[in-house]
């Protein structure tokens, strides 16, 4: 096979053409900087330049002018349009220049056909996005100013021994509840309640500071080993932390005018510490969602450059290494997937997404698989912890505070959902290959890889009768 063989059949948005020469402009776009008492100008890259194309064609034949009519109908359509180029391959052009047409009465049956084009780019504008994260991040330590604010009205300066005693038991059984509670969800935050259980004489009675108890309460939240894990890891933490505040054991008490002085005294410091625990959780669990992952399980497809070659990548021979080039093979680990804190039981989960498709990339970070249900399920929890928490403070600042963290956790995660593809449960109605599964529920081939890999089929040719975790879209 010679290059001639090569060489494919030109069109113009299906209308066939004869190429007899082409010529083409590649490069970089430079703006070159001359300074007064300079001897070196500065060349300042401004990116690749416009490609341009130069084809002289022809059209021959007894029926050439039919052929012509074609083109020239082709030519004026507006937009962009299809070329497929006899040695660049098929790309989307602009035509660039006045298409120019001679017939000369020397070469009967045919016309000479002269046209320029460049590719075809985009019209697109600079968007604006607020910085949920940061926002949300500034939002969560205002909160944490107002919770030691709000704290600092606790003290038991003055109360006899036995109403000290009576709060330092009750706050006991409070830090006795946490400690169950994250026994199955996070063993970090279960040891560290343990030893702040055994500190709480010291930090509540006088005259200790109210704000020394506060932060001993984050660092007790930040011990949490799934703070720094992977999305799963992540979600399951934010999860405990909203799960705790809805605990009754941490729940206010009501100081009722029928009871003694020294009972309501009691109750208020009580709930004074309850509080704090229930705030300074919810506070963690709105920082936890700035740490996660930015969703990225969309799946992309790139448009193949005509100028490079075609890689094809696929699961099944995902093992095989080409003799050049890189591989576009992404895989993801799984992680273990916590319940909510009251729950006994654990679960796993593993979820796993990869390329497998030619020009397609599906790109996650690393490590981790966000998904729709899960990113729901967080803002879920987080409304409920905090519309909760709203209804029991009596603290405007606090109150106030709440109230932003709540705003900007819904725009901080409804950003991220908006980057996440829902999931559903679909049955294929008989055994058969995953590229027909796609182009069927998809209209796209390229979807078949995310079909295999995220619901582990062994073969893509053999995708058995059973329920498949898949995108909606």
Same mark, same amino acid.
């Given at each position: 096979m010679n290059w001639i063989d090569n060489l494919q059949d030109a069109s113009l948005r299906g209308v066939p053409f004869k190429v007899e020469e082409d010529e083409a402009t590649f490069g970089r776009r430079v703006q070159v900087h001359e300074y007064p008492n300079r001897d070196k100008p500065w060349a300042e890259d401004l990116g690749r330049a416009t490609r341009r194309f130069s084809v002289q064609a022809y059209l021959i034949g007894d029926d050439f002018f039919e052929q012509r009519n074609r083109l020239i109908e082709a030519i004026e359509k507006p937009g962009a349009c299809t070329l497929v180029h006899p040695f660049y391959g098929e790309m989307t052009i602009t035509v660039d220049d006045a298409v120019r047409i001679s017939h000369s009465l020397s070469e009967g049956?045919?016309?000479?056909?002269? !046209?320029?084009?460049? /590719?075809?780019? /985009?019209?697109? !504008?600079?968007?604006?996005?607020?910085?949920?994260? #940061?926002?949300?991040?500034? @939002?969560?330590?205002?909160l944490d100013d107002a919770i030691s604010s709000a704290f600092g009205a606790f003290g038991m300066d003055g109360l006899p021994d036995f109403l000290q005693d009576g709060v330092l038991d009750e706050a006991t059984d409070m830090f006795s509840n946490v400690t169950s509670a994250f026994q199955y969800v996070d063993s970090g935050v279960s040891a560290a309640s343990r030893l702040l259980q055994g500190d709480l004489s010291v930090l509540?009675?006088?005259? @200790?500071? *109210?704000?020394? !108890?506060?932060?001993?309460? #984050?660092?007790?939240?930040?011990? *949490?080993?799934?703070?720094? *894990?992977?999305?799963?890891?992540l979600m399951a933490m934010i999860k405990g932390l909203t799960g705790v505040t809805v605990d009754s054991g941490l729940a206010p008490r009501g100081v009722w005018n029928t009871d003694s002085k020294t009972a309501q005294a009691q109750t208020i410091q009580r709930n004074y510490v309850a509080q704090a625990v229930r705030t300074t959780a919810i506070s963690e669990a709105a920082a936890a969602v700035t740490n996660l992952p930015q969703p990225a399980n969309r799946t992309v497809t790139r448009q193949q450059d005509p100028l490079q070659p075609v890689r094809v990548s696929h699961p099944a021979v995902s093992n095989i290494q080409p003799a050049s080039g890189d591989t576009s093979?992404?895989?993801? @680990?799984?992680?273990?997937?916590?319940?909510?804190v009251a729950a006994s039981e654990t679960s796993q989960s593993s979820v796993t997404t990869a390329s497998a498709s030619a020009g397609v990339t599906s790109s996650t970070d690393s490590g981790t698989v966000i998904l729709w249900d899960d990113l729901s399920k967080v803002r879920d929890s987080l409304n409920e912890a905090i519309d909760l928490e709203m209804e029991r403070v009596s603290?405007?600042?606090?109150?106030?505070?709440?109230?932003?963290?709540r705003t900007d956790v819904n725009r901080d995660i409804s950003a991220r959902l908006e980057q996440v593809d829902r999931m559903t449960e679909r049955t294929p109605s008989q055994v058969m290959p995953a590229l027909v599964l796609a182009a069927d529920w998809y209209d796209s081939a390229s979807r078949a890889g995310d079909i295999t890999v995220r619901n582990g089929i062994r073969h893509p040719g053999f995708v058995p009768v059973q329920s498949l975790r898949v995108p909606v879209r």
């Open positions: 049956r045919m016309c000479r056909v002269s !046209f320029s084009f460049i /590719e075809a780019g /985009e019209l697109s !504008f600079p968007t604006a996005g607020l910085a949920t994260g #940061q926002k949300l991040t500034s @939002s969560v330590s205002f509540l009675r006088p005259p @200790s500071s *109210g704000m020394s !108890f506060v932060n001993r309460l #984050q660092t007790m939240w930040r011990a *949490g080993s799934r703070l720094t *894990g992977n999305a799963s890891d093979l992404a895989s993801v @680990s799984s992680s273990a997937r916590a319940a909510m603290d405007d600042g606090l109150y106030q505070a709440l109230v932003t963290v």
